[in-house]
Nanobody
Framework: QVQLVESGGGLVQPGGSLRLSCAAS????????MGWYRQAPGKGRELVAA???????NYADSVKGRFTISRDNAKNTVYLQMNSLQPEDTAVYYC??????????WGQGTQVTVSS
């Protein structure tokens, strides 16, 4: 089994920052990639950012220049630094990992609310 434990969500004012963390544990051999999706109320789940083992990254256009994804391979942990947050960033953020020959696993989700 694979467990993903997220932390770092919360309430922040527009223009503020938050840092999300996601630690993977269990049978996590050959992680291919890790990253974050988000789902706002009444909307579908969308990819926010992802990072593969080589360090290559991918971002949604809506967060480019504001969010930064990084990874500590030794700790099997992925981070999402979110700056200049806006109300439209309000969503539940889900961590995921893709493991070779085993598929995708999800975290439980963490709420991010941007409001004054």
């Amino acid at each position: 089994q694979v467990q993903l434990v997220e932390s770092g969500g919360g309430l922040v004012q527009p223009g503020g920052s938050l840092r999300l963390s996601c630690a993977a544990s269990g049978s996590i051999f050959s992680i291919i990639s890790m990253g974050w999706y988000r789902q706002a109320p009444g909307k579908g789940r969308e990819l926010v950012a992802a990072i593969i083992t080589t360090g290559s990254t991918n971002y949604a256009d809506s967060v480019k220049g504001r969010f930064t994804i990084s990874r500590d391979n030794a700790k099997n942990t992925v981070y999402l630094q979110m700056n200049s947050l806006q109300p439209e960033d309000t969503a539940v953020y889900y961590c995921f990992t893709n493991i070779h020959l085993r598929g995708r696993y999800w975290g439980q989700g963490t709420q991010v609310t941007v409001s004054s």
